[in-house]
């Protein structure tokens, strides 16, 4: 099916809810000679590449092992330091594995603000007044779907850019969220949604339409 991903966000522009579904592991691994022919720095505790792509080893990937030994930060799980590793000529040649990274719950946060305002920007750039904003961003290897109720709570649906018929999808976890969050007394509106049958239907939803279709749901 190709769903990535379900993103809700509050009225006010808050991240309250996100949940990976299938992410693409995205992983590479090369053997390099020196000089290494790809510049890394070291940005959120992480070395990525900042210049430099061979191999679908792109700009933004991140260093994940050398040599077979995980890479934390900066340190090697053995506690070397990797930069000291690769800026040292007789360690090579060295086996160098590179993975797209996976976003902290910060970047998701930071990611659904920025979404807040492009939304309102699309409204008041529509001709026509009562515009309902984003509803479908696309690009080349994702398509990002969205859902605004009534109340301004977004619903965000990330699959892949060939799917059709997310916008049924967006109703249906709608309807669980209603269900399960909303009814639920513990659960205070603009707050993160904590909620163990909201979470175990959506997960079934979605296997749902993985596996039979989003028409099955």
Known sequence: MGIYGVYIVSKSGGLIFNYDYTVPK??????????LDLKLSCENNRLLVSFGQRDNIKVGHVLLAINGVPVSGRKLEDGKDAIEMLDDVTNYPLNLKFGRPKMTINEKIFLASMFYPLFAIASQLSPEPRS???ETLEADTFKLQCFQTLTGVKFMVIADPTHVGLEQLL?????IYADFALKNPFYSLEMPIRCELFDTNLQALLEQADKNGINSI
Do not use: L
Request: net charge negative.
């Open 26 to 35: 995205i992983e590479t691994e090369q053997t390099f000679s020196y000089p």
């Open 132 to 134: 309902s904003g984003i």
């Open 171 to 175: 109703k249906k976890i709608y309807e």
